[in-house]
């Protein structure tokens, strides 16, 4: 167990619809980062946070946005969805930012 | 722009023998970190074992070491005495201080008993 909490596990959604994957960081852990995993690819990252600020920016569509809360936990927002963001979306925390990321078991979007 | 290259796709090791894995990456930067991650079929991504730039020294974790040469900007991972749960997705990664990891396209092992 990494100490880093995704919710939901799953989920199945149709297609022009909104969700948001919550993640909840290790204890002490001021950076989040969100990474998407399309079947069979490598990671992409999407997004990082640093105690409540966005840090830095990978290829995110206009249709996703994340937040970092006061309580260090972070959403990403995904709205319009297309089949193609079917993934599995990864949260991952560090202390810093600049030292090894530990992840969560990651949410499996299904869009149907 | 920063890359990370795995150029093998798949790789299969029969149990107890040591296998290696090639990591390569471009970079221009002369501070950096880099990391091996293990995603085996949970999907869990699993922290392997950590280099920083600076250090000269190869890091060791257990069965797992990495061949760290700078200058060719190379990244091997080592995998000694193999066992049935080493059987993963294994992944490269970079971090160059600009928060966000870059991996690679990652490499399947497959230990075989």
């Known amino acids: 167990d990494s100490g880093v909490t995704q919710t939901p596990k799953h989920l199945i959604t149709a297609t022009g619809q909104r969700v948001t994957l919550r993640c909840s960081p290790r204890s002490g852990d001021l950076s989040v980062y969100w990474y998407q995993q399309s079947l069979d690819q490598g990671l992409q990252f999407l997004i990082q946070y640093y105690n409540g600020e966005e840090r830095a920016k990978g290829n995110i569509l206009e249709r996703f946005s994340a937040q970092q809360f006061p309580d260090l936990h972070s959403e990403l927002n995904l709205s319009s969805l297309e089949l193609g963001d079917s993934a599995l979306y990864f949260c991952?925390?560090?202390?810093?930012?600049?030292?090894?990321?530990?992840f969560g078991q990651g949410t499996r979007l299904t869009v149907v | 722009a920063q890359t990370v290259t795995q150029s093998q796709p798949e790789m299969s090791v029969q149990e107890a023998e040591t296998v290696t894995l090639s990591c390569t990456y471009d970079t221009s930067e002369n501070n950096y970190y880099l990391f091996w991650y293990k995603q085996p079929p949970s999907r869990q991504m699993i922290l392997v074992i950590r280099q920083e730039a600076y250090k000269q020294q190869n890091a060791t974790e257990n069965r797992f070491s990495v061949n760290f040469q700078k200058a060719a900007k190379s990244f091997s991972l080592k995998i000694s005495d193999s066992q049935l749960g080493d059987t993963a997705m294994y992944f490269c990664a970079f971090d160059s201080g600009t928060y966000k990891y870059i991996f690679g396209t990652g490499t399947r092992l497959k230990v075989l008993a």
């Open positions: 991952a925390s560090s202390p810093t930012g600049n030292t090894e990321a530990f």
